[in-house]
């Protein structure tokens, strides 16, 4: 494992203008803490409304309704709407209807000059994802398989250092997914991958590190060598039983 990436301390977060003053119940993130480390995959688990995806729009900056004691990246305070934070980090989310009259290869052009980066060589994904015949549809004509796999070639051809995954195999077929555990796996090479799932298979397969999260907070961490479909089931099971 690396140095520290990312550090979060108790951070909360909520939906609607006002904040929530007294009663936790209207925080969709409570007390949230949390650290990445360089090079790692982080899987986060947790039943529906445990705060996955909502954690993951704060990092995006797309949720401005949020308070926390201090937030870190690469060791120096880190606001998550800055152009800097957001050069170094590239989300996909679940569902993203986004760019709808781009095609695949205008979006690519686009997001690689908005990161002041060269457009790649993306052949080896495309194929990887088989998604050939589909360069030059407009992302709007995609299916939500299809759109999917534009955005994750995108995001692998990016590199940036922190990769966030929303449910990434949700509508991708069989090979897809299989080829999206090895480039998961093997982006330590490049920077952090962190990524919410409800697929334990994901998770097991792909993490060096798994966060169970349950009512806005994290419960339960798994480190590398405790990471198992067995524990993690159980995990939950505690968490649906409480």
Request: hydrophobic letters at 40%; a negative charge.
């Amino acid at each position: 494992m690396g140095e520290s990436l990312l550090t979060v301390k108790n951070l909360s977060a909520w939906y609607g203008a006002f904040v929530p003053l007294h009663s936790d119940r209207k925080m969709v993130l409570s007390d949230f803490s949390f650290e990445l480390a360089e090079h790692e995959v982080a899987g986060l688990i947790g039943l529906n409304g445990a705060g996955k995806t909502t954690f993951l729009k704060v990092l995006s900056g797309l949720l401005p309704t949020f308070r926390s004691d201090g937030v870190c990246f690469c060791g120096s305070s880190v606001d998550f709407r800055s152009q800097d934070f957001k050069r170094c980090r590239y989300t996909v989310f679940a569902e993203d209807n986004s760019f709808s009259y781009f095609t695949f290869r205008e979006y690519l052009a686009y997001v690689c000059a908005a990161y002041g980066k060269e457009t790649p060589d993306v052949s080896e994904l495309v194929q990887g994802f088989h998604f050939e015949a589909y360069m030059d549809a407009l992302l709007k004509e995609l299916s939500t398989g299809n759109r999917k796999k534009a955005f994750l070639i995108t995001a692998f051809a990016l590199k940036p250092g922190l990769l966030l995954l929303d449910e990434p195999v949700n509508g991708l077929d069989f090979q897809s997914t299989e080829y999206l555990y090895r480039q998961i796996s093997g982006y330590k090479e490049y920077g952090t991958v962190l990524f919410s799932s409800h697929i334990l298979e994901s998770i097991t397969l792909t993490s060096d590190r798994v966060f169970v999260l349950e009512g806005g907070k994290v419960r339960q961490t798994f480190e590398r060598g405790q990471i198992n479909a067995a524990a993690i089931r159980e995990a939950l099971h505690d968490e649906n039983d409480r």
